[in-house]
Structures are given as C-alpha cells and as structure tokens.
C-alpha cells in the first residue's frame, strides 16, 4: 500500500502569475521601443535613391516618437526590475530558475536607456 499525496494546489499561485506578466510586458515594450526606432530615425540615401534622384528623405530624428521611445524602454526596465523581483521570492526549490528573458531584456533597456538619454539630453 503506497501513501501518495495529493497535489493541493488548484491554480498557479500570483507570484508566478506576476512573473509571466512582468516578462511579457518587459519584452513587448522592449519590442515596440526597436520598431518605433526603425520608424523614428533618420532616412539614409541608397543606391536606388541616388540613381533616380528621389529627394524624399527626412535627415532629421522624428521627435514626436521619441518620447514614446523613452517610455517604452523605462516601462521594459520596470518591468524587468519588478520580473527578477518576483523571480527571486521564487527561487526556493530546486527546479526554479532566473528567467534568462528578464535579464537579457534588463540589459538590453538598461544600455538603451542610457544611449537614450544620451542622445536625447545632448
């Protein structure tokens, strides 16, 4: 006769809710900051525009987008701060693990914000 334990837990507890949420939002705004540079920054001249002389590019920064771009970055710093904040009440047991995500992404804004504010204050 074998004494087996049931499993209690009927949903996944906040902390780990949290964690998912953290990385998710952490990552789309890390995202939505990469396209809106895309959008945002200066047109360059190629080859196919100097062959037929298209004379249609911006050389400046959009500055409109700009402010979004800071946003974005900071919301991806929070939230990867606040995901390795959660991540740590969770690395009691053997199985758990720092979430690559969360610190690759806190990198990532982290050096991004400061090319940003960099830019941004000169």
Do not use: E
Not at 19 to 34: D, E, P
Not at 62 to 74: K, R
Request: with cysteine; hydrophobic share 55%.
């Amino acid at each position: 006769m074998s004494l087996r334990l049931s499993n209690r837990r009927k949903q996944i507890d906040l902390t780990l809710r949290l964690l998912a949420w953290s990385n998710a939002i952490a990552v789309i705004a890390l995202i939505g900051a990469i396209c809106l540079i895309a959008i945002a920054k200066p047109k360059r001249m190629n080859f196919l525009d100097h062959f037929y002389g298209v004379q249609r590019l911006n050389p400046a920064w959009n500055t409109d987008l700009l402010g979004y771009i800071g946003i974005m970055l900071l919301l991806s710093f929070l939230a990867s701060i606040a995901g390795l904040f959660f991540n740590s009440k969770r690395l009691r047991r053997k199985k758990d693990h720092i979430n690559a995500t969360l610190v690759l992404s806190l990198i990532i804004s982290t050096i991004s914000l400061f090319f940003y504010l960099r830019f941004t204050l000169s």
